[in-house]
């Protein structure tokens, strides 16, 4: 079953979750503010129901948010890692595809297959892969729909779980700059902010934590930022990584900035990792849709903000990939 709105998926899903007993709650690889938000808050959330849960994603909290109370209990998946046997439901949040939780995915197979799985989710390229499934493309964030989930089933807003939820909401809209900061989303900061939110705290963890590392290399991509057209990008590879000792964290800096130069239509970054493949981070302006670009290469996201791997090296994937996004973005002013 595929719900679009909280206010249609908010009773089924209380129904499923009602007789279940151990949850294992699961969010993607390199998880965002959102991704921890999400496990965080609906994982107080059903513990005050009663439930026992079990919090899981498939590599480390990053650095900026594991100051959130409760972040310290979101375990990162390590190899051949048993997991409760006991548990009798599995909720996915804020993720596209299950291919997003990549080891546990690729190890946990069986385990998850044998057990009802719920997404809920804001990914427009969400596919629809759980037993039952809320995916809003219009959501801001996977924590305003958990937001609104929570309050549908009456929950207790404590500080911590309105931290967690306005960590999210906050981190995904870029501080409610991004066209999904919709009337709701600020709604649901706003109550979340009476819920006593420590929104003081997400500031200082999101907005003023950054390592001198990562200026470093900032520093450094940005001085063989190239242009064409409409289309601004740069590259972090492996070497400047090393120069710098900045942690694979770091490229968000140069994806954030590149996006913040206004005289283009779309920006990209290509980071070179450990393996040799490439990740790339498309954002984009209205009407450019770099999802659909990235899903050319099997990738995912949102039309403003999407991401994909590339193969190949990264003096490869640079040609190929900035040809498919200039043809984005005329294809856009057409
Ligand atoms: P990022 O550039 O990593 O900040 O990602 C931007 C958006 O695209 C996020 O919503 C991600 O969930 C999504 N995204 C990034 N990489 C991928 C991928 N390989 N497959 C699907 N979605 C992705
Ligand atoms: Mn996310
Ligand atoms: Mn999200």
Not at 35 to 63: F, K
Not at 248 to 255: H, I, K, M, N, R
Request: proline share 5%; glycine share 8%; charged share 20%.
């Amino acid at each position: 079953m595929m719900y679009t709105t909280v206010a249609d998926a908010a009773a089924p899903l209380r129904q499923i979750i009602a007789g279940k007993h151990h949850i294992l709650v699961i969010s993607h690889v390199n998880p965002d503010g959102d991704a921890i938000g999400s496990v965080v808050g609906l994982g107080l959330a059903l513990e005050q129901q009663g439930h026992q849960t079990t919090w899981l994603v498939p590599t480390p909290v990053p650095p900026f948010a594991t100051r959130m109370p409760g972040a310290e209990r979101v375990q990162s998946y390590s190899q051949d890692q048993r997991l409760p046997a006991t548990v009798d439901l599995v909720i996915l949040v804020d993720t596209g595809d299950v291919q997003r939780i990549t080891s546990i995915w690729e190890e946990q197979q069986t385990y998850l297959r044998a057990r009802p799985l719920i997404v809920i989710d804001h990914h427009v390229t969400n596919s629809g892969e759980g037993l039952c499934n809320l995916v809003d493309p219009l959501s801001s964030s996977t924590c305003e729909l958990i937001y609104g989930l929570l309050r549908a089933w009456d929950v207790e807003f404590t500080p911590e779980l309105a931290t967690a939820l306005l960590f999210g909401i906050t981190t995904d809209t870029q501080s409610f700059r991004t066209s999904n900061t919709t009337p709701s989303a600020l709604r649901a900061a706003a109550d979340l902010l009476e819920q006593y939110a420590d929104r003081e705290a997400i500031v200082r963890d999101v907005y003023h934590n950054t390592p001198f590392t990562y200026g470093k290399l900032l520093a450094l991509a940005l001085a063989e930022m190239q242009r064409a057209g409409d289309v601004v990008w740069t590259h972090v590879s492996q070497e400047m990584q090393r120069i710098t000792g900045a942690d694979d964290e770091a490229g968000s800096e140069v994806t954030d900035y590149l996006a913040g130069l206004g005289e283009f239509k779309a920006s990209a970054l290509f980071k070179e990792r450990r393996d040799g493949t490439v990740k790339v981070s498309f954002r984009s302006n209205p009407p450019v849709d770099v999802a659909s670009v990235a899903q050319q290469w099997g990738g995912g996201g949102h039309r403003q903000a999407a991401g994909c791997t590339i193969m190949q090296p990264l003096s490869d994937a640079e040609p190929l990939v900035i040809a498919a996004l200039l043809q984005a973005v005329e294809g856009a002013q057409r």
